[in-house]
């Protein structure tokens, strides 16, 4: 049984080098994160930055070059190849940026659903059960019998979460499901992963670029260089229905090492060496020779 006090994900020091020839690339840079348990987490930053790394180690697609990184019960660097391979069917869902590559064109959206269920031996009245479950929690139970290309990019999106769901994994993992979605469908499909993510209590981790995303996840991190640099927690206020505060945070890792957002450096002038100075209302940074 879980623990309910740990978080579900745990990345502490976590390390991605790929090598090509004789280059290295560091893609991830001591990377610190936890999420709890039924939180709906957003994972923002420039391309490069490593949201994308990240998520394919939580999936179970890759493995770090050093730290360590726990999804559950389960330790991602200390699985066999089975392990990891029923981790990745039973554990975690996974949805792409591409429909396509969520879904087969020539299965009806109720049969995309029961497709990871039948992999792993489910009777047909089971499939049959939970795959109408997940369509009418996503608003597409008049859709079941349809084929993806007779449906629009946001319901095929939602069929694709329903698929990812079939399972009952508790981490749901998309990669961009918005990507090739405009505005409106974007709110549509975010809204819904809200929705699962309260309904089912299951953990979501979305990468994307969309800003919008700040209005429907519990708390957004912003990447930058293979670090967390900051996260955005957004909160009601109870005064009034939707209202919300959002703040932003600066985030120390555990080895004391702070990343300053890319304006505030601008705004700072601040470059190479800086000084510190802690004091009563927080810390003073300052530019070598600038006055005050």
Known sequence: MNDSTQPHIWCQDLFKIYKQAE?????????????????????????????????NILAGLDTPSAGQVRVGERDLLDMSEGERTSYRRREVGFVWQSPSRNLLGYLT???????PMAVLGASSAQRRERARELLGILGLGEKARRLPSQLSGGEQQRVAIATALANGPPLLLADEPTGELDTRTADEVFGWLQKLCKTLGITVVVVTHYAGIARF??????MRDGRIESETVVEATYRQPGESNVEE??????????QLPQDSLDRLGLEGRAQMEVQDEGILLKAPGRKE
């Not at 959206?109 to 497709?115: G, I, T």
């Not at 996840?217 to 912003?222: E, I, P, Y």
């Open 217 to 222: 996840a519990d708390r957004v991190v912003h």
């Open 249 to 258: 945070y600066l985030v120390v890792d555990r080895g004391g090492r702070l």
């Open 109 to 115: 959206a109720q049969e995309n659903v029961e497709m």
């Open 23 to 55: 280059l290295e690339v560091v893609v991830l840079r001591g990377l610190d994160l936890e999420a709890p348990s039924g939180e709906f987490l957003g994972i923002v930053g420039a391309s490069g930055s490593g949201k994308t790394t990240l998520l």
